[in-house]
């Protein structure tokens, strides 16, 4: 009996093992997933090809724009896809990308584009106005699209007569159209046809991704890497550069270390505690500024009242945070600037209303913050009757039923969150007012949160859109029932004006009224808006140089930057 | 035979501990609240139109089993509905199809985002685990031979130190000490989109991002395999046959090899099975420390994003390869123990 | 393991404890945390908990005379963390060990003393709680029941129990086949007069030594669960330092410091247990101290009439 | 006379003396100053209660002593070298070779997980030179069969044993290099007595067929009667009483061996009542002064408790420490 049974019978616990993991029969490693049907490599230059390496922390969720949610794959959408309008760097003014020319009515219903000639798709097949209105119905017909599906809402018809004029009818006239359209991708028709029935058209992966954009797929690994090459007889914007790959790490303090070392060439963010280091790191570009796509931090405050309170919700909010005393109180008792310090390390700039500072025009920056004065917030809370009656450092109601007491909730997935909860407890504290914090998953904080209304106080965010319609939306009183009102606010001057907002065609009129509600939320203190998170990128001086960087928002995974970056010589 | 009989009551166990693991996986995932629809960010452009219509898509719209609408928050139902108009036997219907559902987060079939994910797990904890096992063992087999002398105490406090370690912190610091003293590459499975002369030279791309993570995987298992085999060959050299074998006039080495060794290795095939059956557990943290995209990447990642789906299939193969492990220890066993093996 | 090797009394165990150096190195290391943890207002140079002015600057500052071991990302400084984690770490180890002894140690005993069915039946269930991986399990129950400490001192003695389950089931079966108990029966004893006076006494030792072990593996539990996010980030424990430091950036920011001290010290509390573990197991249950193929000492001593050179012993 | 008295002397152990070192109670004198012969084809039988040392004796030949044992003087001279001399390897070569052994615990001393034809053809394969290794299938055959185990027995494992079938094994096994000393360490303690005359039917066989020459040690005075030639007589470490077998059972000098045969059964000559010794065996780490069987002896006067008696010739093949027999 020699021992080479025992390691014969080893290797086959093994193998046994591996072969039973799973009724899936594990693949070669996939050297390329799958070779694009479009035209060959760009004729390899002389020189070796300029390829730009970019860290990110994230991946996309999925290639089909129809259900992607995630930020990663609306930026490959971005490089990889043409859209009627295109958004510049200032937030809020839009130029026009596939039609060289639009007429819009007189009442505002019917928009007709002119498409401009002898654009192509990757594989060659030439994109006519036909693409387009494929496309914009294809979006309409599928409701369940997350994101997409809602811009179309108000389109009545979408034709194409020819194959270089779109005419889009309109059920109402809205004032920010091009908002709507910046982010339909035209699909190419003789591919996405295939995919029209419910189940086919979530179904489909798109690795291919044929687009008309000024960047081609060459190669997708989820969660590993994304391989892009230019499109360079793009008809707008030809990239310099030769191949793109964005990079996914999974641990932030490896992406720092891969710019660092010099493996990546740029990376699209990165832990706050990471900039003081990385400012002083050789030949590396620190730049910081308000995202593209702002995200705002809202410190929600259950104000719901009790008639207005949802079917079977629990509706357990306090009572003392119904009134707007307390809420100013706790305004002027919170230190946005030491917040923005220890929880962002500096990279943020204090909030005032759920529109934030990136939206350019809709931002209402006439607004005075309220000034962090603790004796001030002890004053209001004194006047309006809150006093410590036991003596335990906790103010009481007015009619001594409650303690001042509010629980804190969080959603765990906000790094941030817990040690901007710390800060609020405790100066928060030094007004009398008690928190229990609490740390939330995700999606047991939504069960608590809305419709359910089974909370005090909430440390949440909101992505953003660039136009401020949806956001302040979820102030209106309709929407408490749906979910989408988190603080149970109800002003019937304000669903008036958010319907006037609606339909009021003039830029500067939609304007003031957009400014106007958001100066009535933050004079009742809806919220408190702790911060706009800054975004921080950098880049390496010694790889590619031409980055947009002077511009209100900073994007450099944007085509902006991507389409104009050349090889430092 | 008493051997056959005994086989087959363990696979029988086997069979019932993987059904249990499959009913308890799906209740489990009804009672977290939760809604696929939301899953991910919070963005006001999400109508509710569109969150019903995802619902409807996942299914989840249908009750979770007869007289039972919903597990969060509870609510009952009608309880003659037709069983396969329920969540749980359309389940159970597609699980015996191959099928695992749809992952929240990628629309993509669970099915076949694990089938990607699984080789690269078996690529890096294959090789470290083989690793671990032929240096842990030798070292407790020498170790044990050199009792209570400095070689056992100094390989016995190395193993203690190395099981003591937390793993994902054993990772980052290898992590930072390799990329930025040896120029180590610092996460993922191979140079990003880079292209390759040859498949070798892929390879050799593949073998440089293993390196870190197999020496964590290595010494952490190490540590466990030695002190195991350790005792193990301590008892065998305190039994009687040892005694004989040196009175034979055996030399040592001779007297481990053939006499010790296959006596200590019995148990340590139940504890290499179990070991392996927990490998993904395990890869959990290193993977996620070096950026490697495997089986245990995918669970931190579903975590995060709730997708239930995924969770929901990793779990299962996680909870089956355990218990095909355990099942092949015992087979193992029986074959290599003669005394089991003739009754 | 037969009674007079159980050395009841603590004088006794110190006796034969003193022997082995690594148990007396890992009792050092335990009791010297548990110190650190009961003193811990007096020893930090900080309070954690009270608030404290902090600027950009202070955040995962260098190590200085202000503060041994720095700061972390928060501005607080990391000794007093340490310091005050301890207690965390050790309420979580201890608890959860509590729990996991309990449930184990009745599981077990009543498999091992009722036997047939009831054995088989409990052992099964044994078997698929060990199956079920407990990591993810341990994810999705924290991610239920709102992150708390107590919450997650309870999951993980929940699901810690087998392998005491197992141990002390075969420690009672061997222990009830005793002559000494079976007489005791023949004379009437009842069950409960022979699990207190018999079973339970040979038992308990061996719990003893797998509660070391149980407490360790606990506290490793806890900081893998709270890198990965399902700790309770209200608390202050080893593992959440780690979690902070890891996902806020310490390592590109240089902040080696607030990494590497957490870690070391939840390395320097289970190896403790672990050395005092191997120590206890040694008294408890003595494995021969030598084998048939020791090296003797010197075989023979050297004969006064004649040198006889009896150790030079190639290696074989 | 012995039956053997003219044959060749193979094995004389002079003045052996082994001590155990323990942690806490100091040293042990397992062993003191023993000393015997054994000629070829003789079969010696070492006789004591349990724990008089005479299985550490037999250990200390072979030096096979657990880490914590030392023999501290003493030669063991064995075809003309002292075994004691010899290094490690060379002792290597002597073992099985020259002398072989018999373990008391034969259920664990085959290891459990090889065939036991295999252990048996690895002693064999061990000291044959390269030649003969081809014929060490057929070789072992013929070793079971002297033993009386069949054949087809050779490939099962000795778990498939019965407890006699296991000890025949290890015999056959001690044979395999046809060595010159076999020792047997209390062969048939762990066997019913049907078994028990069978093994020593064959091991008297085997000694009178193939010339080996036998120590049986044994607690049973019947096994002595049975097949030994000569009698060692152990007690508290030291050798109490040595003589061939008829004078010892006839004319046994020491008071320990009288009792000794006193409280053994005895077909020829009917006993009414078996007297049983007082006392226990002394422990070796608490010996008493002067002679170690004082205390339990009822002969014993005021020298046995202070002096220890010599080893004092009585006979040509007789010796006995105690004064009651010291020449005057």
């Known amino acids: 009996m020699s021992t080479q049974k025992w390691s014969v019978s080893l290797l086959m616990v093994l193998v046994l093992v591996v072969a039973a993991c799973g009724g899936t029969t594990p693949q070669a490693p996939a050297a390329a997933a799958t070779q694009p049907a479009a035209t060959a490599q760009p004729t390899a230059a002389v020189t070796e090809p300029a390829v730009l390496r970019i860290g990110w922390g994230g991946s996309p969720d999925t290639l089909n724009p129809g259900t992607a949610v995630l930020a990663e794959a609306y930026t490959l959408f971005e490089l990889v896809y043409d859209a009627m309008y295109q958004l510049q760097l200032d937030g809020s003014t839009y130029t026009l990308e596939l039609a060289d020319s639009v007429n819009v009515s007189e009442d505002g219903l019917v928009w007709t584009f002119h498409i401009r000639p002898g654009i192509k798709f990757h594989d060659g097949v030439p994109l006519t106005a036909k693409d387009i209105a494929f496309s914009y119905n294809y979006y309409q017909a599928h409701q369940d699209f997350p994101y997409l599906s809602v811009y179309t809402v108000y389109f009545e018809s979408v034709e194409a007569p020819d194959d270089s004029t779109v005419v889009i009818k309109l059920t109402q006239a809205i004032p920010n159209m091009e908002s709507q359209l910046i982010f339909l991708y035209v699909l190419p028709e003789h591919i996405w046809s295939q995919y029209t029935d419910a189940t086919a058209a979530v179904e489909f992966e798109n690795e291919a991704m044929i687009g008309s954009g000024p960047f081609k797929m060459v190669e997708y690994r989820q969660n590993e890497f994304v391989h892009l090459a230019a499109n360079k007889d793009h008809y707008l914007t030809p990239p310099k550069v030769d191949e793109l790959v964005f990079q996914t790490f999974e641990n932030q303090d490896a992406l720092v270390q891969a710019i660092r070392t010099g493996q990546v060439d740029m990376i699209t963010e990165m832990p706050m505690t990471a900039v003081p280091g990385l400012r002083t790191a050789e030949n590396v570009k620190l730049v910081t500024g308000a995202p593209l796509s702002p995200s705002i931090r809202d410190v929600i405050f259950n104000q719901l009242e009790p008639e207005n309170c949802p079917p079977d919700a629990a509706c357990t909010g306090h009572p003392a945070l119904r009134d707007r005393n307390v809420r100013l109180a706790l305004a002027h008792a919170t230190d946005k600037q030491k917040i923005i310090d220890v929880a962002l390390l500096g990279l943020g700039t204090p909030g005032r209303t759920l529109v934030a500072n990136g939206l350019g025009m809709w931002y209402n920056s006439s607004l005075q913050d309220y000034a962090f004065d603790i004796a001030e917030a002890n004053r209001i809370l004194d006047q309006a009757g809150y006093a410590d009656t036991d003596g335990d450092g906790v103010r009481q109601m007015p009619d001594g039923s409650a303690p001042l007491l509010f629980r804190l909730y969080w959603p765990s997935d906000i790094e941030a969150a817990p040690r901007t909860a710390e800060m609020l407890a405790e100066t928060w504290g030094q007004v009398g007012v008690k928190v229990q914090p609490q740390a939330f998953d995700p999606d047991a904080l939504t069960a608590v949160c809305c419709p359910n209304f089974d909370f005090d106080v909430i440390i949440w965010g909101w992505g953003s859109d660039p136009d401020p319609a949806f956001l302040l939306g979820t102030l209106t009183t309709e929407q408490i029932p749906t979910g989408s009102s988190e603080t149970g606010y109800s002003n019937p001057e304000f669903d008036a004006l958010f319907v006037e907002q609606g339909t009021t065609l003039d830029k500067t009129k939609r304007q003031e009224i957009i400014w106007e509600m958001q100066r009535i939320v933050f004079d009742d203190v809806v919220y408190i808006i702790p911060y706009y998170e800054d975004a921080a990128q950098a880049y390496r001086t010694d790889r590619f140089t031409g980055w947009i960087i002077d511009q209100p928002k900073l994007e450099l995974s944007d085509p902006s930057s991507l389409t104009v970056v050349e090889p430092v010589k | 035979m008493r051997g056959y009989r005994y086989l087959l009551n363990k696979i029988a166990w086997a069979c019932l501990t993987v059904l249990f693991v499959i009913v308890l996986n799906f209740f489990l995932f009804r009672i977290l609240p939760g809604d696929p629809a939301r899953a991910g960010i919070r963005d006001p452009r999400m109508t509710v139109q569109a969150q019903e219509a995802i619902r409807v898509r996942f299914g989840l719209d249908k009750p979770v089993i007869n007289c039972f609408e919903s597990l969060n928050p509870l609510r009952l139902g009608k309880c003659g509905v037709n069983p396969l108009d329920t969540q749980f036997f359309i389940y159970i219907r597609n699980l015996f199809r191959g099928e695992l559902g749809f992952s929240y987060h990628t629309n993509r079939p669970v099915v076949d985002m694990i089938g990607e994910r699984l080789w690269n797990t078996i690529l890096l904890t294959g090789p470290a685990q083989i690793l671990s096992i032929v240096l842990g063992m030798g070292l407790g087999l020498l170790a044990a031979w050199k009792a209570h002398t400095a070689i056992d105490y100094a390989s016995l406090i190395g193993s203690l130190v190395a099981w003591s370690v937390p793993t994902f912190w054993l990772g980052i610091l290898l992590l930072f000490w390799g990329s930025s003293k040896l120029g180590l590459p610092i996460g993922g499975k191979m140079t990003a989109g880079a292209t390759y002369a040859s498949t070798a030279e892929q390879w050799l791309d593949v073998l440089r991002h293993m390196l870190l993570p197999t020496i964590t995987f290595t010494i952490v298992y190490m540590g466990e395999y030695m002190l195991y085999m350790r005792s193990a060959v301590l008892e065998v050299l305190a039994e009687d046959y040892t005694l004989t074998a040196k009175a034979k006039g055996l030399k040592t080495s001779r007297i481990l090899r053939v006499h010790a060794l296959p006596n200590a290795l019995l148990p340590m095939v139940t504890i290499i099975a179990l070991n392996l059956g927990f490998i993904v557990s395990g890869a959990i943290f290193i993977e996620t420390v070096f950026s490697w995209p495997g089986l245990g990447l995918a669970v931190y990642e579903a975590l995060n994003r709730r997708d239930y789906p995924m969770l929901q299939g990793l779990f299962l193969l996680l909870a089956l390869s355990v218990v095909l492990a355990n099942l092949v220890a015992e087979l193992l066993y029986s074959v290599l123990d003669p005394r089991i093996k003739t009754g | 393991m037969s009674e007079q090797t159980q050395t009841t009394s603590l004088r006794g165990l110190w006796a034969s404890l003193k022997r082995n150096p690594m148990a007396v190195a890992g009792l050092f290391m335990v009791l010297f945390t548990v110190l650190l943890a009961l003193f811990a207002p007096l020893l930090a140079p900080y309070n954690p908990k009270e608030s404290v002015r902090v600027t950009v600057d202070d955040i995962y500052a260098a190590p200085s005379s202000a503060h041994w071991l720095g700061t972390d990302d928060a501005g607080k400084d990391v000794f007093s963390n340490l310091i005050y984690g301890t207690r965390v770490s050790l309420t979580v180890g201890f608890f959860a060990a509590f729990i996991s002894l309990a449930i184990g140690g009745t599981i077990g005993l009543v498999a091992g003393f009722v036997g047939g069915r009831v054995e088989n039946l409990l052992m099964r269930f044994t078997d698929v709680i060990l199956v079920i991986p407990d990591l993810p399990l341990i994810m999705v129950l924290v991610a239920l029941t709102k992150p708390s400490l107590v919450n997650i001192i309870i999951v993980i003695g929940i699901l810690g129990w087998t392998g005491t389950a197992r141990l002390v089931r075969s420690q009672t079966l061997s222990v009830k086949e005793r002559k000494f108990v079976l007489r005791a029966r023949s004379i009437g004893a009842g069950n409960f007069y022979l699990i207190r006076r018999h079973i339970f006494p040979s038992v308990f030792p061996l719990m003893m030594v797998n509660t070391v072990l149980v407490i360790s593996l606990a506290i490793l539990e806890e900081s893998s669960l709270a890198f990965i996010g399902l700790g309770d980030p209200t608390t202050l424990s080893w593992g959440q330092m780690l979690n902070f430091a890891f996902t806020r950036g310490g390592m590109s920011s240089g902040a080696w410091w607030a990494l590497i001290s957490p870690g070391f010290a939840i390395v320097w509390v289970v190896l403790g247990l672990t050395l005092l573990g191997q120590g206890l197991e040694q008294v408890f249950n003595p494995r021969l101290e030598w084998h048939h193929l020791s090296k003797a000492k010197r075989m023979v001593r050297r004969i006064i009439t004649r040198s006889v050179e009896s150790d030079k012993e190639e290696a074989s | ?328």
């Open chain 4, 1 to 328: 006379m012995s039956r053997v008295d003219g044959a060749p002397l193979l094995l004389d152990v002079r003045d052996l003396s082994i001590d155990f070192s323990t942690h806490d109670q100091g040293a042990m004198h397992a062993v003191e100053n023993v000393s015997f012969m054994l000629r070829e084809g003789e079969v010696l039988g070492v006789v004591g209660e349990s724990g008089c040392g005479k299985t550490t004796a037999m250990l200390g030949i072979l030096r096979l002593l657990p880490v914590t044992g030392r023999i501290v003087s003493g030669e063991i001279l064995f075809g003309g070298r002292d075994l004691l001399a010899l290094s490690e390897s060379e002792m290597a070569d002597v073992r099985w070779k020259d002398i072989a052994m018999i373990f008391q615990g034969a259920m664990n001393a085959l290891n459990p997980v090889h065939r036991v034809g295999d252990q048996i053809a690895e002693a064999y394969v061990q000291h044959a030179s390269k030649a003969d290794r081809a014929s060490a299938d057929e070789r072992v055959c013929r070793l079971l069969d002297m033993v009386g185990i069949s054949r087809n027995r050779k490939n099962q494992y000795p778990h498939q044993y019965s407890g006699g079938m296991r000890q025949r094994a290890m015999i056959a096994m001690a044979l395999a290099c046809t060595p010159q000393v076999v020792i047997a360490d209390e062969p048939t303690t762990a066997l019913d007595v049907m078994v028990q005359a069978q093994i020593l039917e064959l091991l008297k066989s085997l000694c009178d067929s193939i010339g080996v020459a036998i120590i049986v040690v044994t607690h049973d005075l019947g096994v002595v009667a049975e097949v030994c030639d000569s009698v060692l007589v152990m007690y508290g470490g030291i050798a109490a009483e040595y003589a061939d077998v008829d004078t010892l059972f006839n004319a046994a000098q020491h008071p320990y061996t009288r009792l000794l045969l006193d409280a053994f059964p005895d077909l020829t000559r009917p006993k009414d009542r078996l007297t049983s010794i007082p006392g226990y065996p002394p422990r070796l780490n608490a010996l008493p002064p002067g002679c170690r069987f004082a205390p339990r002896c009822p002969a014993a006067f005021d020298r046995c408790h202070v002096e220890q008696p010599g080893l004092s010739q009585l006979g040509r093949f007789h010796s006995a420490s105690c004064f009651l027999v010291e020449p005057k």
